[in-house]
């Protein structure tokens, strides 16, 4: 083996006296070369193997041909690039391709090789990568086009580019994004003809479905050229996917980019634009009438319902459109309500767009058909509460109540929330501690840690550092708990005139207790604190550095040495 090294070492030999002869490196940098080079090979040269010892051995020397690069552009010296690149970079290709037949199966070592030579290596070069790993790893569509679209944009080569199509539709020919890439990706010459209806009309013979029939008519229609082929998508389409929503979905939407009035290029006004759009509109909601009749399902409710909505949400300053808008979007809520296809969802996309309108008796019903047909839901249960709050229901807590009859108690945390935050400005002080502890002790497990950091700070809203510290310690053994439920009682104890020390060392032993063996920033702040603070004890900081050095696990410890170690230097 020895042999074998001192003979790879020689051979650098050549482009490192150059290196040195041409000024890019010294004598010393030279030597440091070699001795590291040496290193390297024997780790790549021994008989139990790793795959990181080739893996460092490649970033070093592309770190090498990076430095060397930025140094010929220091002194601008531009030549010998023959017998120092050109060798480095053969060197690299080498040991990528001892790495690559031995681990032949991880692709992102692959990965590397390719984006390698894209850098440093020709064309001709990166082209035989493709077929290697492909050869290996022919069951990834993905590298197919990888190699496909290099083939074509990179080489400029649509015949290679094809035949490697080809190939990979002859591996995975159900894969809808082979023919997505493959279909329409190659220069007009090539698709002018039959080829991309051919191509088309096999990908529909493996692959069903509107969705992919769709795509295939969203990137024709990239294409000047395809203008008939597009026509045959889209009648096919219709022809073979009636029963899809997304079909119809498709043809409706289709309507707004057709004009009612082609050929007439005038500039219009604001108003004449507004109800040419109304138009458009109008006539797409009439494709989803005829879609609802045709195919009475929820999916096909949900594409029209979205599609108002969507309308809806997009600004004008025209407010017959906005109001023409807002009158379909309703219509269309509640058709498919009395037909009984309307989702969970869409009862709660309906009750917000009627809340910020105040149409509370509406959204009331709606809320209350919800709950009817989605009992176990909180979502429903939460916007039925929401409609009471907004509307200043005086039943507000009888509902609530009522809530927590029908619902499992895990579910709730959300209708505690919001009855609590109404609670906050609509009740007394007394009334919403009632509520947060009868939350308390309903709300059990990690959903409990949120509902208590929110008492917390409504204590300290209301009444202070004393507040908060009664609440804190009638909550101190009722676990779960945050990191920051005891960093808000540190904070509140800071932020107090005569902030005590005392105070300070028990909120952290007690987060200590809970999370010092996960937390390094903790013992950290502890240290700090007995540092900085006027009534702290700096003689207590060994004793935590230790107790922290026992607690903390693995990457934890190592961060809390280091952070130690940054802060004794002062950073």
């Not at 176990?376 to 109540?401: G, H, R, Y």
Request: aromatic share 12%.
């Amino acid at each position: 083996m020895a042999e074998i090294i001192q003979e790879r070492i020689e051979d650098r030999i050549p482009e490192l006296e150059q290196l040195e002869r041409v000024g890019l490196f010294s004598r010393a940098e030279i030597k440091a070369i070699i001795k590291k080079a040496s290193d390297l090979e024997y780790k790549i040269q021994r008989r139990a193997l790793f795959k990181e010892d080739f893996i460092n051995y490649i970033q070093y020397e592309i770190n090498l041909l990076e430095l060397i690069q930025r140094r010929r552009t220091r002194i601008k010296y531009s030549f010998k690039k023959d017998e120092i690149e050109h060798s480095i970079v053969h060197r690299i290709q080498g040991v990528f391709r001892r790495a690559s037949a031995k681990w032949k199966d991880d692709v992102q070592l692959w990965l590397s090789y390719v984006v390698f030579c894209k850098k440093w290596a020709t064309k001709a070069q990166l082209s035989k990568v493709f077929s290697a790993m492909l050869a290996i790893h022919s069951n990834k569509p993905a590298l197919w086009i990888m190699a496909a679209k290099w083939e074509m944009e990179d080489r400029l080569s649509s015949e290679s580019a094809r035949q490697l199509f080809l190939r990979a539709l002859r591996f995975h020919p159900e894969c809808p994004k082979l023919y997505q890439e493959g279909s329409f990706d190659h220069s007009e010459e090539i698709l002018n003809g039959e080829l991309a209806r051919i191509i088309y009309k096999n990908s529909i013979s493996k692959i069903k479905g509107a969705e992919f029939h769709v795509s295939l008519l969203s990137i024709a229609q990239l294409f000047d050229f395809s203008k008939d082929l597009q026509k045959e998508i889209y009648d096919d389409l219709q022809a073979m996917h009636t029963d899809d929503p997304l079909t119809w979905d498709y043809v409706a939407r289709r309507e707004l980019e057709i004009q009612s009035q082609p050929g007439d290029e005038q500039p219009l006004t604001k108003k004449a634009r507004a109800a040419e759009v109304g138009r458009r509109e109008e006539r797409c909601c009439a494709v989803y009438e005829e879609a609802v009749k045709t195919l009475p399902t929820e999916g096909m409710w949900k594409c029209y319902i979205n599609f108002c909505l969507e309308r809806f949400s997009k600004k004008t300053s025209s407010e017959f459109l906005r109001g023409k808008r807002l009158e379909r979007t309703m219509i269309s809520f509640r058709k498919a309500h009395e037909l009984k296809l309307l989702s969970e969802s869409q009862y709660k996309q309906w009750i917000e767009l009627l809340l910020p309108r105040d149409f509370f008796t509406e959204a009331l019903e709606v809320a209350e058909a919800g709950i009817e047909l989605f009992k176990d839901s909180v979502t429903m249960w939460q916007m039925k509460l929401q409609v009471l709050i907004a509307s200043k229901s005086p039943d507000i807590a009888m509902f609530v109540e009522e809530a927590f009859v029908h619902l499992k108690p895990q579910v709730c945390l959300p209708l505690w929330i919001s009855w609590a935050e109404w609670s906050e400005g609509a009740q007394s002080h007394e009334d919403t501690e009632a509520i947060y502890k009868k939350a308390i002790l309903a709300i059990t497990g990690t959903s409990s840690v949120t509902l208590k950091d929110k008492y917390l700070d409504w204590a300290y809203r209301i009444g202070g550092n004393k507040k908060a510290r009664t609440v804190f310690k009638s909550l101190q053994e009722n676990r779960p708990f945050s990191v920051d439920f005891f960093r808000k009682m540190i904070q509140f104890e800071k932020e107090q005139e005569s902030c005590k020390m005392a105070n300070l060392r028990e909120y952290y032993e007690r987060a200590l207790r809970e999370f010092g063996s996960v937390d390094s920033d903790l013992w950290m702040d502890y240290i700090k604190e007995e540092l900085n603070h006027p009534l702290g004890r700096p003689e207590n900081c060994g004793q935590i550095y230790w107790r922290a050095m026992k607690m903390l696990q693995g990457e934890s410890a190592e961060l809390f040495v280091a952070k130690h170690a940054m802060h004794q230097a002062g950073h």
